[in-house]
C-alpha cells in the first residue's frame, strides 16, 4: 500500500503527511512536482503550505505542475486523492473540486483548534468516521474562506458532497468565512476530497489537540485493500 | 515590442478583503468621500514585434486559463498597447 505525498516549490506539510501515512503502516511514497510519474502509488495526498509562494492565486501555479497532469487524469479514473489546505486550493484550480478559496473575511491568518462534523462518511478518505461524528483537527491559513456560487453550493449539498462543516457556536461565525460553513468537499465519486483543516498534524498523542485525523488515513488504507 | 495589457477584476459578487482593508484606512487620511474599494490585477504580456490579432488571442486564452480563475474573477479587459504607453507616466 503506497501513498503519494506531492512536494511543490513552498509545500510545507510533506512530511508530516508522509508521517501520517506510515503512522497507519502504509508507505508514503514522495512525488516530485517536476516529474509527470505517480511511481505506482494507489493514493495520492497534495499537502499544505505555500506552493509558488501563493503567487497569481494559492495553487494557480501548482495546478500546471507536470505531476498534476497525471493526477488529475488518474483522480477521474478513481485514484483516491485528498488534498489539504494548499492541496484544497490546488484541487480547486485543477476543476477536480468546485469552488474557490478566498481570503479570510477577517483578514487574519487563523492557527487554531477547529471542530468539524462529519458531513459524509462514505468516501475513499473518511469512511472510519461517522455520519454526524466531531473531530477536533488542526486550522492554519489566510485564504480558507470557501466560496462558490448559489447553485453549486445547493448542488454539493443536494448530492451530499460537503464533507466537512465547521461547528460553529450558535450566534457564532466560521473560522474564515466559508458559505454555509463548508471546511470540505468531495468530487461526485467520492475519491477526491479537499478541506482546509490539517488532518496530518493530528496522528500522534501529544502534537496537536487530538488523533481525530488518523480516520484519513485509515480509510483509504481500506478503501485500497477493499478496490 | 508590444504588451498585451490584461486587467482582472474579482466578481462583484465575490468578498474582497484586500479592498475593504484599503477602504478602512483611506478616511484615515481625509478620504471620506469613497463608499467602496474593489482590488484587481493587472498584467502586462510583451512579445517581440506588433501585438497581432493571433497574439491577443493567445493571451485571451492565458487570461482564462491562468491568469484568473473563472469561479471568483472576471477577465474585465484584453488590449494592446503601445510601448509608450507603458513606460510614460
Not at chain 1, 505517480?38 to 494557480?60: E, H, K, N, Q, T
Not at chain 1, 478518505?125 to 474562506?145: H, P
Not at chain 1, 447553485?151 to 466560521?174: A, I, K, Q, S
Request: aromatic share 6%.
Amino acid at each position: 500500500m503506497k501513498i503519494g505525498v506531492v512536494t511543490f516549490p513552498g509545500s510545507l506539510d510533506d512530511r508530516d503527511a508522509a508521517r501520517a501515512v506510515r503512522a497507519v503502516g502504509a508507505e508514503p511514497v514522495s512525488l516530485w512536482h517536476g516529474d509527470a510519474d505517480l511511481r505506482g502509488v494507489d493514493a495520492v495526498i497534495l499537502p499544505g503550505g505555500f506552493s509558488y509562494g501563493d503567487y497569481l492565486r494559492c495553487g494557480a501555479i501548482a495546478r500546471f505542475a507536470p505531476v498534476m497532469g497525471e493526477i488529475i487524469d488518474r483522480a477521474k479514473g478513481g485514484l483516491p486523492v485528498l488534498g489539504v489546505c494548499n492541496g484544497f486550493q490546488i484541487l480547486t484550480e485543477s476543476h477536480l473540486l468546485p469552488g474557490a478559496l478566498i481570503r479570510n473575511d477577517h483578514r487574519k491568518f487563523n492557527c487554531i483548534d477547529t471542530r468539524l462534523r462529519v458531513e459524509n462518511a462514505q468516501t475513499a478518505w473518511t469512511s472510519d468516521y461517522a455520519t454526524g461524528q466531531e473531530i477536533t483537527i488542526v486550522l492554519k491559513n489566510g485564504e480558507g474562506g470557501f466560496v462558490a456560487d448559489q447553485r453549486t453550493l445547493d448542488e454539493l449539498e443536494g448530492e451530499g458532497r460537503v464533507v466537512f462543516r465547521y461547528v460553529v457556536p450558535e450566534g457564532g461565525r466560521n473560522p474564515n468565512g466559508s458559505y454555509r460553513d463548508i471546511a470540505g468537499i468531495a468530487n461526485e465519486r467520492g475519491n477526491v476530497v479537499g478541506l482546509m483543516p490539517h488532518p496530518e498534524h493530528c496522528v500522534e498523542e501529544g502534537y496537536g489537540p487530538s488523533t481525530d485525523g488518523l480516520g484519513f488515513f485509515t480509510s483509504v488504507l481500506k478503501q485500497v485493500v477493499s478496490a | 515590442m508590444g504588451n498585451v495589457v490584461i486587467d482582472v477584476m474579482l466578481k462583484p459578487e465575490i468578498l474582497d478583503p484586500q479592498g475593504q482593508a484599503v477602504n478602512g484606512a483611506l478616511p484615515r487620511l481625509g478620504f471620506g468621500q469613497f463608499t467602496d474599494v474593489r482590488q484587481g490585477k493587472r498584467f502586462v504580456l510583451s512579445v517581440d514585434g506588433e501585438v497581432t490579432d493571433e497574439v491577443l488571442a493567445a493571451a485571451r486564452e492565458a487570461a482564462e486559463r491562468l491568469l484568473s480563475n473563472p469561479v471568483i474573477e472576471d477577465v474585465i479587459s484584453v488590449r494592446a498597447q503601445q510601448d509608450a504607453e507603458v513606460t510614460a507616466k
